[in-house]
């Protein structure tokens, strides 16, 4: 059978190519490198697909542009016997989008309107998996009433009823700032539920917190653990945007997310949502990465500069509840937690 993966020399879209070709699928990348105009040459994925490219003789990877329908419909019509398509394809960066927002949203929203129309066209049976994102709920967090967010030493904390609580599908995605990004990604994230709803394709939206590992190429505008480190071994500055470095993320490693991909694979539904990330189990704020660091490298506050001002559309605190995804799969679960997934990062990148 045949998987189509989108971004496939990305964090996700790697470790779903090495994923499923060591499961014997064949695989076709559908990578051209964007991340390299995105972010420069920090960005470049370029040796991921070769690579993979040496590393598999099932994986075969197109240099095309997602947003270019004359040029991407060819390979739908073409493959046969489409199994899945998985997503993970895009622009990524909230800075990026409000400088450069015709490519943003052509990659993002455009790109998966193409994407869905030759999977209806040419494999409506086929399952479609989308990588969306938490941001977008866009800042709405920040103010909830629903959600009590307080200030502690290290981190801000999100409690509910003065219970520790987390984000779930019924947060609202109106009445907020998203930044260009975010809206981008809503319209992305709405396309592949109502082509759910209108054609009946079996789409997976998956709304994550931080993906990392060690694969993260992280940059200044995206990843901020794996470019936290890289900043770290390299003895560069790291400038913290807003809210003193106590905004917090849960993060979910790459291969987990891979996994549960697998899980709603092997039993699609239809236009089903997800928040998938770290959870309660798996969070970090900047300060606390900071105090993880203190033991293995002397000085590091030398190199942790401050601006007061946030990025636009920034969560202040994010942790994604995770219970609907494994309500409707009970086999999927997180192996990696942020200990070892920072240890990872650290010594393998």
């Not at 490198?33 to 972010?39: E, P």
């Not at 240099?63 to 990524?92: C, M, R, W």
């Not at 849960?250 to 997800?274: C, M, Q, R, T, W």
């Not at 601006?307 to 994604?320: A, E, L, V």
Request: include cysteine; charged fraction near 25%; proline fraction near 2%.
């Amino acid at each position: 059978m045949n998987i189509i993966i989108t971004g496939s020399g990305g964090l996700v879209g790697s470790e779903a190519v090495e994923f499923f070709c060591a499961k014997g699928y064949n695989v076709i990348g559908i990578d051209n490198n964007f991340r390299k105009k995105f972010f420069g040459h920090d960005g470049c994925n370029f040796n991921n697909l070769k690579n993979l490219e040496k590393k598999f003789k099932n994986f075969k990877n197109y240099k095309i542009d997602i947003s270019n329908i004359k040029k991407l419909e060819p390979i739908f019509k073409k493959v046969k016997n489409i199994y899945t398509i998985i997503h993970a394809a895009g622009q990524p960066a909230h800075d990026f989008s409000n400088i450069q927002p015709y490519m943003d949203f052509n990659s993002n929203a455009l790109g998966t309107l193409n994407l869905l129309n030759c999977t209806k066209k040419y494999h409506p049976n086929a399952s479609f998996i989308f990588v969306s994102t938490n941001k977008v709920y866009g800042d709405l967090i920040n103010y909830s009433k629903i959600i009590d967010i307080r200030e502690e030493e290290l981190r801000f904390e999100g409690y509910k009823n003065n219970n520790k609580t987390s984000i779930n599908e019924k947060m609202s995605i109106d009445q907020s700032t998203h930044s260009l990004f975010g809206v981008s990604k809503v319209y992305a994230d709405l396309l592949c539920q109502e082509y759910s709803n209108l054609y009946n394709l079996k789409t997976g939206i998956f709304r994550c917190g931080c993906i990392t590992g060690k694969k993260h190429n992280g940059v200044e505008q995206h990843g901020f653990m794996s470019y936290f480190i890289k900043c770290l071994k390299n003895n560069y500055d790291y400038t913290i945007y807003g809210y003193k470095g106590k905004q917090v993320r849960d993060n979910i490693h790459s291969i987990d997310l891979v996994n549960a991909f697998f899980e709603f694979i092997k039993k699609p539904k239809s236009g089903a949502v997800y928040n998938l990330g770290g959870g309660r189990n798996n969070n970090i704020s900047i300060l606390e990465l900071i105090q993880i660091f203190k033991d293995k490298k002397s000085n590091i506050e030398k190199n942790i500069l401050y601006d007061n001002k946030p990025r636009i559309g920034d969560h202040k605190w994010y942790i994604s509840d995770n219970t609907k995804f494994i309500n409707d799969y009970p086999n999927w679960s997180q192996k990696n937690n942020i200990l070892n997934i920072v240890d990872e990062i650290y010594y393998n990148s």
